[in-house]
């Protein structure tokens, strides 16, 4: 979708460096989440969002850390990146204020592989 | 563990044939949605049925959901090469909380 855009699309990186992900929306979504999807398996929830000062824990945020700057914009962080975090991360976005509060609307995807 | 488990993980079938593919789940819901994903691309929602439904249709989809048994079915008929993707069902980690959990996936090839 391209309401939701996602940067780097691919990112290589090497063990121990910092990196972030980012995404913005233009679709003025209050809810934004963050998940890694590993080869072959579903989505795993890393952390979520739904206003600008609400920052929430999901599955597996060991190791990253987020940063909701405004409304469109979440941004993903590995502190200090190690090779099993070689994934594929998407954001997503959802809206409180209609009928669909559950439908959510994810972004490309970046692709990071760290060395 | 995943709160949704998609039944077949893959499934191939010709072009014009019906692909039904399974999820379970775990604990109390308030709606199951169901997401496609074509290759190393983002989800797509596809549909949402809530727990006091049992059936809904969408064009060519056709969702069913068994609360007692916990699980739901994603039907889709005469499908097409277009239809070819992942298939993956969500639910909330537990109700109310938006929070959402989603399955392994069913990856569906549909043959020209």
């Known amino acids: 979708d391209a309401d939701v855009t996602q940067t780097p699309r691919n990112r290589i990186t090497k063990t121990g460096k910092r990196i972030m992900l980012e995404c913005s929306q233009t679709k003025g979504h209050d809810r934004m989440y963050w998940y890694r999807q590993d080869p072959g398996l579903g989505l795993q929830l890393i952390y979520y969002s739904f206003d600008v000062k609400d920052i929430n824990k999901g599955e597996i945020s060991d190791g990253y850390s987020v940063s909701r700057q405004a409304q469109a914009k979440f941004s993903l962080s590995l502190e200090s990146a190690i090779p099993n975090q070689t994934a594929l991360y998407f954001c997503a976005t959802s809206d409180s204020g209609t009928g669909k509060i559950n439908e959510q609307f994810f972004g490309p995807g970046t692709r990071l592989t760290v060395l | 563990s995943q709160q949704g488990e998609e039944d077949p993980q893959a499934l191939s079938i010709q072009e014009g044939e019906n692909a039904t593919m399974n999820c379970s789940y775990k604990t109390s819901i308030n709606n199951l949605q169901w997401y496609r994903q074509n290759s190393g691309r983002g989800l797509v929602h596809l549909i949402l049925?809530?727990?006091?439904?049992r059936e809904k249709h969408s064009g060519r989809l056709r969702v069913t959901l068994d609360t007692s048994k916990k699980s739901s079915s994603l039907l889709i008929t005469a499908s097409r090469a277009a239809d070819t993707a992942s298939y993956f069902c969500a639910t909330e980690a537990s109700a109310g909380t938006y929070k959402y959990i989603f399955g392994t996936g069913t990856r569906l090839k549909v043959l020209a």
């Open positions: 049925i809530r727990s006091n439904e």
